[in-house]
């Protein structure tokens, strides 16, 4: 049983013994791919050194909604690195507003046009904002490959995700006992469509809540999925694993 943590920060300079370390640990729970996402130069040229160093692990490079106000120029010249395999996490973030919401939605909409020119998957983050997300990419199209990240959605959000053919990945939300609506969405999405993320180091699942999250802890997450969707963990970590490859295209990687 191997798992793929589609969606981590593992360049993040709080880890204790580095990201070589944090790789060591997760591998031993049985971990066996990551996706180190980028959310603005200095992060996307981070997660770039790490996929470097490591076969199992790849780098995105993206402007995350709360660096919007940066300008899409800031990341522009990483897209070309080797072990690039997506654009993201972008999209809009309506419960913070860190950046302006126009801000927010010009550089959103330039990342999924430059998705679509590159043939690159598309990492979207959307919070508190479905229904601009949804619009933005109506107006400027959907790349072949889109994972919506950190799924916080509930069925409705879920079915017009999978109208676009687009993945959903669920994270340690998942195993909260408030997120209802995420758990419905977990047991609806079909098994081509799943993914799983720690989005570490936030969001610890439960039976980890309060520590700092990391990618050891992924099986606590897709243990949940495994008694939402009535299956064994083994199915949720094999077609989640075959999910990510084909998310982000690594065969041709």
């Known amino acids: ?21 944090v790789l060591h640990a997760a591998r031993s729970a049985g971990v066996g791919g990551f996706i180190t996402v980028g959310t603005d130069g200095a992060s996307s040229r981070a997660a770039i050194e790490l996929a470097a160093r490591h076969d199992d692990v790849w780098a995105t490079v993206g ?20 072990r690039v395999v997506a654009i993201g996490e972008c999209g809009l973030d309506y419960h913070y507003d860190y ?7 010009e550089a959103f909409a330039a990342q999924i046009a430059l998705a679509l020119e ?18 933005i990419l109506a107006s400027v199209g959907v790349p072949e490959r889109t994972i919506f ?8 959000e879920a079915s017009t995700c999978l109208d676009l053919d687009a993945f959903l990945s669920f994270s340690g939300i998942v195993t909260f006992p408030s997120a209802a609506d995420v758990q419905a969405a977990a047991v609806l999405c079909p098994s081509d469509r799943l993914l799983i993320e720690t989005d570490s180091p936030y969001l610890a699942p439960v039976p980890f809540r309060g520590r700092r ?7 606590a997450v897709g243990e949940k999925l495994s008694v939402l969707r009535g299956v064994s963990p083994d199915e ?14 690594l065969a041709d990687s």
């Open 118 to 135: 590159r043939r690159l998957p598309l990492v979207i983050h959307t919070r508190e904002a479905w229904p601009d997300t949804f619009a």
């Open 63 to 82: 402007l995350h909604p709360h660096d919007a106000s940066a300008g899409v120029s800031t990341i522009i010249n990483l897209f070309d690195e080797p």
């Open 236 to 249: 949720v970590a094999d077609c989640s694993f075959v999910n990510a490859r084909v998310a982000f295209a």
């Open 149 to 156: 990240h950190c799924f916080t959605g509930g069925p409705d």
């Open 213 to 219: 999250n990391e990618p050891a802890y992924l099986p």
């Open 99 to 105: 950046s302006p919401r126009v801000a927010q939605r």
């Open 1 to 21: 049983m191997t798992w793929f943590d589609s969606h981590c920060h593992i360049d993040d300079e709080r880890w204790p013994g580095g990201a070589d370390a």
